[in-house]
């Protein structure tokens, strides 16, 4: 129902690029170029300055863009809810989620929504964030829910929740351990952390590279597979491990953990979907639509 031309000129601001433009919405070039052409001449002006190879917006283009991308995302919530009125959707849908989302975002999401569509059949691949884009590649899942900061060129990710990792220990630790330590501190501190692959561990390196401390000067007594088994660990063994604040709501209320802050170093990470370019089909799209929704009113 939207319109196209809209679609086709916020992807040419996005990429400043008609090429990237054509790839993204797989429409011929000149096509891209006739649909830009026709909105100029509807409003009488430059959408964009041309220099040689290089575009870029005009005052009038950072205009329109600010009201497209409200048009566009105003579209998708009308389409959204008319199809709710009727309960269109049944069919299959296959989702693939990293461990973190799996056991802590995605329960009361999947609840909600198979009670609103009764007709849709839902599966669930549990995996690290790299497994799933795997999955996604090789058509095994149709929907995949990421995390970390590693993005592969030939799929297309959309930002669903924002997170953060903390450092915490048990509370009965015997380490002696401050409330709030120097990143340079964590060198000499045992650890244990998620698996290679996993995108818990991505952010963390990350972050530890802004300080010049690479994983492997660390001292890290294991790598497992999953949150709970680091917390099971942690439980029972003198060490620090890090994991996402969400994960430990219970046992910091239970006063289990404690979190011990570590001076000017983020590691905030995004929770994002992940398809296939071009390959959604209307059930992917009514499920990250259903979840931004259930997002917004958490």
Request: hydrophobic share 40%.
């Amino acid at each position: 129902m939207s319109d196209f031309r809209l679609k086709v000129f916020r992807s040419v601001a996005k990429n400043l690029s008609f090429t990237k433009a054509s790839q993204e919405l797989f429409v011929s070039q000149p096509a891209i170029t006739k649909h830009i052409q026709e909105l100029e001449s509807t409003y009488q002006t430059r959408l964009f300055d041309r220099q040689g190879s290089k575009i870029s917006l005009t005052e009038a283009g950072k205009l329109l863009l600010e009201h497209c991308d409200r048009i566009l995302e105003d579209y998708k919530r009308l389409e959204y809810e008319m199809h709710l009125l009727n309960n269109e959707y049944m069919g299959e849908l296959r989702l693939g989620a990293s461990t973190t989302i799996a056991q802590y975002v995605l329960p009361p999401l999947l609840a909600s929504f198979i009670k609103k569509f009764p007709q849709v059949n839902l599966s669930l691949m549990n995996g690290n964030s790299r497994e799933v884009e795997v999955a996604l590649q090789e058509h095994r899942i149709d929907l995949g829910l990421v995390e970390g900061v590693f993005r592969l060129p030939n799929l297309k990710y959309t930002t669903f929740l924002e997170d953060e990792l903390v450092a915490v220990v048990r509370t009965k630790s015997k380490l002696s351990i401050a409330d709030e330590i120097a990143p340079k501190e964590l060198l000499n501190i045992p650890l244990v952390l998620r698996e290679r692959g996993s995108g818990t561990l991505d952010v963390i390196e990350r972050a530890l590279l802004q300080h010049n401390i690479k994983l492997s000067s660390l001292h890290v007594l294991m790598y497992l597979g999953s949150t709970e088994s680091i917390k099971l660990f942690l439980e029972n063994t003198d060490c620090m491990g890090i994991i996402s604040i969400r994960s430990i709501c219970k046992e910091l209320a239970a006063g289990t953990f404690r979190v011990v802050e570590i001076k000017a170093m983020s590691m905030l990470r995004d929770f994002c979907f992940v398809h296939q370019q071009g390959q959604e089909s209307g059930l992917v799209q009514a499920f990250i639509q259903f979840a931004m929704h259930h997002n917004r009113k958490l």
